[in-house]
């Protein structure tokens, strides 16, 4: 019972993970596209420090973060799993 539910664990781990991961990099590209955007409209041809730095970018970065360990933790939870054929 034990190594069905680490392994039930370990997919769903590995399955939000990606998930999380995705949402996260969507969350980063559309914060740092609207400042570029902001910035062109302005006619600045650099890259403003906000759409790297600032709040939005920030929170998509910590969002790849919780999916980087969320998949993290589906291999260590993969690891205890015995090698089945």
């Given at each position: 019972?034990?190594?069905?539910?680490?392994?039930?664990?370990?997919?769903?781990l590995?399955?939000?993970?990606?998930?999380?991961?995705?949402?996260?990099?969507?969350?980063?590209?559309?914060?740092?596209?609207?400042?570029?955007?902001?910035?062109?409209?302005?006619?600045?041809?650099?890259?403003?420090?906000?759409?790297?730095?600032?709040?939005g970018?920030?929170?998509?970065?910590?969002?790849?973060?919780?999916?980087?360990?969320?998949?993290?933790a589906?291999?260590?939870?993969?690891?205890?799993?015995?090698?089945?054929?």
């Amino acid at each position: 019972m034990l190594l069905f539910a680490a392994s039930w664990l370990s997919t769903l781990l590995k399955f939000c993970g990606v998930a999380i991961a995705v949402a996260g990099v969507l969350m980063f590209g559309f914060h740092f596209i609207r400042e570029n955007a902001r910035s062109a409209r302005r006619g600045e041809s650099s890259v403003p420090s906000i759409a790297w730095r600032g709040e939005g970018p920030k929170k998509g970065a910590r969002i790849i973060a919780a999916g980087a360990l969320a998949l993290t933790a589906s291999l260590l939870v993969s690891l205890i799993l015995p090698a089945m054929p």
